[in-house]
């Protein structure tokens, strides 16, 4: 049947050491010990050697990484600033729908901003002119962001 060789000889060792120092990839190493991909990658694992973190590691050490208020994207910050003064929202005055319009008719160029239930007979949409870079008015904007909501939330 099937002789006992093993795959890893001191000399099959030696060579993948060398290989590794000289920067060739696991596949590379491979080909040319007579190896699978798979046992070149198990064997620098269990030797210890590495070549430092992948791409996938150091994406991931950024994303956990804490986020400071400076994060925020600049341009909402500046469209909300606009919605409110001094951190301070806008005068309360009441919000007219001047040009309600129906799903089929909502765009860009209008107030996302849900009227009525859906499903009910009146159900539209505000329609009036939102603020640029925003899905709503003015009156909706002050309504969906509210300074100091997250915080408010977190400490919950």
Known sequence: MFANIPTWTTERVELLK????????????AAHI????NAV???LTRLGLTRGPTNIEQHLQGATKERSPKSVP????RMLQVVYQDGQPAPNAPIASERPCSLLELSHERCRWPISTPGAEDFCFCGNTPLKGMPYCVGHTRLAYKPGSRQKMARA
């Open 74 to 77: 600049r341009a909402q910050y």
């Open 41 to 43: 990658i198990g064997k």
């Open 34 to 37: 007579g190896v699978s991909r």
């Open 18 to 29: 060398q290989h590794f120092e000289s920067g060739l990839s696991c596949r590379e190493i």
